[in-house]
């Protein structure tokens, strides 16, 4: 089997090659942060415009790449939501034209869906397996966090998801861009934050935990926390920005982390998993895995290159629910993109 994955939900261009056992022969992601740095965030139009200008020519390589040619491929799989309606037009035009031209199946794969199988992925570029394919047993928990959602995920078998909790406003990596940005800090706010973290005492503020208490359910909450930071800072409080910034970030990770196990525990799951562009994060990476691990709890976290946008998780996602025989897995020529795509 040998799948062509096409990633353009937002402002990354990914082409990825998935073969037998979902070995990636090719992973190849054009960024569009320099792009969009200046402007704060990611501006639709250009964003759509870099996606047109890129797609073919990486189509190419990752076919060099995994040294097969188009007439070797089994199937097409690519993004049709959610995200920007642009951006996923572009990929979505690309993969109908092969698997048309082909004579193949096109799959059509749920962005969130894709991110939960970052957890599944072996990678023969590393020449190595990943060692979260083996530990991920079902049912599992599973924490999807990003620029543009928020979410606890019950993963209950291949392609049947159960959505336990999601946010009420700001997802998690958008407080963090949007506190970056008033901080004046850069974009992307995500790794900044992070880094700058490192550096400051996450005891320094004891801003409130929102939502944690259990009466909320596996709802999420931040535009509250986003305000209490920008607050304190026209207070101007004699805070450090490092200080600010950790007691920021591990407010959120408490949240995130204590709803995750609470989950886990009332739906009976061994395995908790994290996925989403926020997992990234290195302070929510070491303690859901520290405490995961103090409950008794299997902790599958993606390798880093895997956590932000990819083209390998898309065809990750189409390759086991093609192979596991999944309800609905091929589309027709005609699907759309769907910008606010539920799981």
């Known amino acids: 089997m040998l799948i062509l994955s096409i990633e353009t939900s937002c402002d990354e261009t990914s082409v990825a090659i998935i073969g037998d056992n979902c070995a990636i022969l090719a992973n190849l992601v054009s960024s569009q942060i320099d792009l969009h740095r200046k402007y704060g965030g990611i501006v639709p139009e250009i964003a759509s415009r870099k996606h047109i200008e890129v797609i073919n020519p990486l189509i190419k390589e990752a076919l060099e790449k995994a040294k097969i040619s188009f007439k070797d491929l089994t199937a ?42 970052a957890n599944f992925i072996t990678s023969n570029i590393k020449h190595q397996t990943s060692k ?11 924490l999807l966090v990003s620029g543009g959602h928020t979410m606890l995920v019950l993963v209950e078998s291949h392609g049947k998801y159960k959505t336990l909790g999601r946010t009420r406003d700001d997802a998690a990596g958008e407080a963090f861009d949007k506190i970056a940005r008033f901080l004046n800090l850069g974009y992307p706010g995500g790794p900044i934050i992070d880094k700058l973290a490192k550096t400051g005492n996450p005891q320094a503020i004891a801003f409130k935990r929102p939502m944690i208490e259990g009466s909320y359910g596996y709802d999420f909450s931040f535009s509250g926390l986003k305000t209490a930071v920008i607050n304190l800072v026209s207070r101007e409080q004699s805070y450090s920005i490092a200080d600010i910034a950790a007691s920021f970030q591990q407010a959120v990770v408490d949240v995130l982390v204590d709803k995750t196990i609470r989950a886990a525990d009332e739906y009976n799951c061994q395995t908790i998993a994290l996925a989403g562009g926020v997992s990234a994060n290195s302070q929510l990476r070491t303690e859901l895995q520290a405490r995961g691990q103090a409950a008794g709890l299997e902790v599958i976290i993606p390798d880093l290159e895997f956590c932000t946008d990819n083209a390998a998780m898309i065809g990750a996602a189409a390759y086991y629910q093609l192979t596991n025989h999944s309800p609905q897995v091929t589309a027709h020529y005609d699907l759309s993109p769907v910008a606010s795509l539920r799981l």
């Open 76 to 117: 097409v799989a690519v993004t049709y939501g959610p995200g920007l309606i642009g951006s996923l037009l572009v990929g979505l035009s690309a993969a109908k034209a092969i698997a048309y031209g082909l004579n193949i199946p096109l799959l059509g794969v749920n962005h969130l869906a894709g991110h939960i199988y």
């Open 132 to 142: 979260s394919t083996s530990k991920s047993q079902f049912p599992f928990i599973c």
